[in-house]
Nanobody, 116 residues
Framework: QAQLVESGGGLVQPGGSLRLSCAASGFTFSNYVMSWYRQAPGKERELAAVITSAGSTNYVESVKGRFTISRDNAKNTVYLQMSSLKAEDTAVYYC??????????WGQGTQVTVSS
């Protein structure tokens, strides 16, 4: 069955960097729109970054210039490179795959904590 497994979260100081990975299996990864969502304590889940099957990207305004989403179709993996991290980036980060017409898959999430 389809599965998304995130990794790479952790504790980082303000101004630091982290790279999240999301390994996909059980579906044709290269055909899917992949995205990273995040949910901070007490807040709604929000879209942080998205990458289409063609490689086009888009970001929420608050992470533009600091986060980079990328994908490696040979490894069935999507990445989120995060730099210049701020306390307000603290959240659980989720990977999502969407076929564009019906199938949607979510990972279990990985915690990112930005604190000194």
């Amino acid at each position: 069955q389809a599965q998304l497994v995130e990794s790479g979260g952790g504790l980082v100081q303000p101004g630091g960097s982290l790279r999240l990975s999301c390994a996909a299996s059980g579906f044709t990864f290269s055909n899917y729109v992949m995205s990273w969502y995040r949910q901070a304590p007490g807040k709604e889940r929000e879209l942080a970054a998205v990458i289409t099957s063609a490689g086009s990207t888009n970001y929420v305004e608050s992470v533009k210039g600091r986060f980079t989403i990328s994908r490696d179709n040979a490894k069935n993996t999507v990445y989120l490179q995060m730099s210049s991290l701020k306390a307000e980036d603290t959240a659980v980060y989720y990977c999502k795959g969407w076929s564009g017409w019906g199938n949607t898959y979510w990972g279990q999430g990985t915690q990112v904590t930005v604190s000194s």
